[in-house]
C-alpha cells in the first residue's frame, strides 16, 4: 500500500506562485510515474501534468509554460510549481502515482490540497 499526501495549496492573487508538494510513503516500491490532476465541484477530474521514472513530462495545455511538475525519485516526492496563476487555477489538486510490480492500471491518490486564485 502507498499512501500520498500533498501540500502547499493556498489562496493567491491573479499572477501570484504556488508550489505544492506531494509525499509519497509506505512499503518498499519503485514508482513508474507521478502526476498532478485538479478537479472542480461538478466536474471531471482533469490532468494537469504527469513525470515518468526516465524525467519525460506532459503537461496540459492549459497549464503549458506555467507549471512546472519534477520528482525526486530517491526521496518518493513530487512536486508542482506554479506560476502566473488564474482564477481558473482554482480546484482542488490531487497528487497520483503508478508503481512497478503492482496490478495493471493500479493508480494512487492524495487526499488533496485546495488552490485558491482570487483578487
Known amino acids: 500500500q502507498v499512501q500520498l499526501v500533498e501540500s502547499g495549496g493556498g489562496l493567491v492573487q491573479p499572477g501570484g506562485s504556488l508550489r505544492l508538494s506531494c509525499a509519497a510513503s509506505?512499503?518498499?516500491?519503485?514508482?513508474?510515474?507521478m502526476g498532478w490532476y485538479r478537479q472542480a465541484p461538478g466536474k471531471e477530474r482533469e490532468l494537469v501534468a504527469t513525470i515518468y521514472e526516465n524525467g519525460v513530462t506532459h503537461y496540459a495545455d492549459s497549464v503549458m509554460g506555467r507549471f512546472t511538475i519534477s520528482m525526486d525519485s530517491a526521496k518518493n516526492t513530487l512536486s508542482l510549481q506554479m506560476d502566473n496563476l488564474k482564477p481558473e487555477d482554482t480546484p482542488v489538486y490531487y497528487c497520483?502515482?503508478?508503481?512497478?510490480?503492482?496490478?495493471?492500471?493500479?493508480?494512487?491518490w492524495g487526499q488533496g490540497t485546495q488552490v485558491s486564485v482570487s483578487s
Open positions: 509506505g512499503r518498499l516500491f519503485r514508482i513508474y510515474s
Open positions: 497520483s502515482a503508478k508503481i512497478w510490480n503492482d496490478a495493471p492500471n493500479r493508480e494512487y
